[in-house]
Nanobody, 123 residues
């Protein structure tokens, strides 16, 4: 059974940092691409960042470039999202998603999704 479990969310002040984790199981981690997405209340799902576990290729949304960093620890089957210089507009539920191909992850149509973790940035 494929499982993606997010953790690390919480409440932080503007300018603060959080590190989200996505622990994966049930598939060959090295062969998959994993991405982070977020959805704020009343807004559509937004792609944040994604990484190919096989070669480390990464993509990030312009809104988070220079502030968020995605990384992968293949030995732990875990993808991280280091979020620095957080802003109130980063407040959202953050989801990780996985697919055997990077394309669906970039497009937001990945096969597997986690349950999400709440990030709240206070002003």
């Amino acid at each position: 059974e494929v499982q993606l479990v997010e953790s690390g969310g919480g409440l932080v002040q503007t300018g603060g940092s959080l590190r989200l984790s996505c622990a994966a199981s049930g598939f060959t981690f090295d062969d998959y691409a994993i991405g982070w997405f977020r959805q704020a209340p009343g807004k559509v799902l937004e792609g944040v960042s994604c990484i190919s576990s096989s070669d480390g290729t990464t993509y990030s949304a312009d809104s988070v470039k220079g502030r968020f960093t995605i990384s992968s620890d293949n030995a732990k089957n875990t993808v991280y999202l280091q979020m620095n210089s957080l802003k109130p507009e980063d407040t959202a539920v953050y989801y990780c998603a996985a697919d055997a191909d990077l394309g669906p992850v970039v497009a937001g149509t990945a096969l597997y999704w986690g349950q999400g973790t709440q990030v709240t940035v206070s002003s």
